[in-house]
């Protein structure tokens, strides 16, 4: 039984997670910064908590709220400046995706004068102590050892990724999900559903990740119907917030494969929804494997509550609503783009522009 199995992030999970546990901030550091987005964290609660537990703790604290979706380069760098100025000594990274990837981000950056044309070419020296707090049930990247920034001279979204990006602390209460639009809490369920079936169709999968893998997709399965109607109570939310850090910790251990390869490009011309662009991907991934690994399919289709692929597709229609329309063109230029994703190698399939052309083609009907 082969095994390998990296998460060296505390992982805390309970109802007021930040007010009980905020004590253990008082050992990253004595100023923080705390890294979000302009509104979420203020509005849902967690903002509030974390300050108080700082306050509580006789720590000072920066806020840095200038976080967007899909972060930038840029914005990594002037979160860093302001950690340097501010004199943060370790960071918190409060939101979903965006945020606490742009916080591992500038937890590096804050410590280490890295040029913007090595920021891709690996980590080294030190970084900042860090914290993250997710407030959605999607990204799992409070315990991941990956930061997904947008670049611009690539025209895509690009990881960084290294053992030491994992969150030294993380913080998890489902009470912070409360407010998330339906729409949103949708599309990041579906990004941690993707996470967890493509870490199970990855050639770096073990039984350990699938364990895991497997896990997360019957929580999943099991609250779809209340997800699809928009009917979630606290306790579904808890329940989904805990398969996407289990999504999160099977990708960390698998890597993405060919649905987050391709979802990119779509993220980044057509401004889809990260979750969703894999959503819209995902039946069709599955589809592909199935022939060749009907066994891995089958699992996950059982674990999720769905008879077949179809079934499974109408499940995610049932979710996605409309979807985006692509031309033949656009096809062509995305396959260019994502067939150049490192995380392709990773499918349990070869996957190389044919595979990934007829992916789109099927995806999308052209
Ligand atoms: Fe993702």
Redesign the pocket.
Same mark, same amino acid.
């Given at each position: 039984m082969d095994i390998h199995f990296l998460m060296p992030t505390q992982v805390r999970m309970e109802e007021d997670c930040v007010r009980r546990h905020g004590g253990e901030l008082a050992g990253l550091g004595r100023h923080a910064l705390i890294v979000t987005g302009a509104h979420s964290a203020r509005a849902n609660g967690s903002l509030t908590d974390v300050e108080a537990a700082l306050a509580a703790n006789g720590q000072s604290w920066t806020v840095f709220d200038r976080v967007m979706e899909n972060p930038t380069i840029d914005c990594v760098y002037e979160g860093a400046a302001l950690a340097r100025s501010e004199g943060a000594d370790f960071v918190i990274g409060i939101g979903g995706?965006s945020p606490m990837d742009a916080s591992k981000a500038i937890a590096w950056l804050a410590c280490e004068d890295v040029p913007r044309d090595k920021l891709f070419g690996g980590f080294y020296g030190r970084r900042l102590p860090l914290c993250c707090i997710p407030t959605t049930a %999607?990204?799992?990247s409070e315990v991941t050892q990956y930061a997904?920034l947008t670049d611009d001279a690539r025209q895509t979204k690009t990881s960084l990724a290294a053992p030491a990006l994992f969150a030294d602390l993380a913080l998890l209460d489902g009470r912070y999900l409360e407010r998330l639009p339906h729409s949103t809490m949708v599309n990041t369920v579906i990004?941690?559903l993707?996470?967890s079936m493509e870490g199970y169709l990855s050639a770096k999968a073990d039984v350990l990740s699938d364990a895991l893998a497997l896990q997360a997709v019957g929580v999943i399965g099991s609250i779809l119907p209340r997800l699809s109607a928009d009917q979630l109570t606290g306790g579904n939310r808890a329940r989904l917030l805990y398969a996407s850090a289990l999504g999160g910790m099977v990708?960390a251990q698998t890597g993405?494969t060919a649905v987050?390869a391709m %979802?990119y490009p779509l993220t980044y011309f057509r401004h889809v929804p990260?979750?969703r662009a894999?959503g819209l991907l995902l039946p069709d991934l599955l589809a592909m494997v199935a022939p060749v690994h009907p066994g891995r399919v089958e699992a996950l289709l059982s674990a999720l509550g769905a008879a077949d692929v179809s079934a499974f597709r109408e499940i995610m229609d049932v979710l996605l609503g409309r979807r985006e329309t692509l031309t033949a063109q656009e096809a062509e230029a995305y396959t260019a783009s994502a067939s150049r994703a490192k995380n392709l190698a990773n499918c349990v399939l070869p996957f190389g522009p044919e595979q990934v052309r007829a992916l789109y083609r099927a995806a999308f009907g052209v």
């Open positions: 995706g %999607g990204t799992g997904v990004d941690s993707s996470h990708i993405t987050h %979802g990260h979750g894999n």
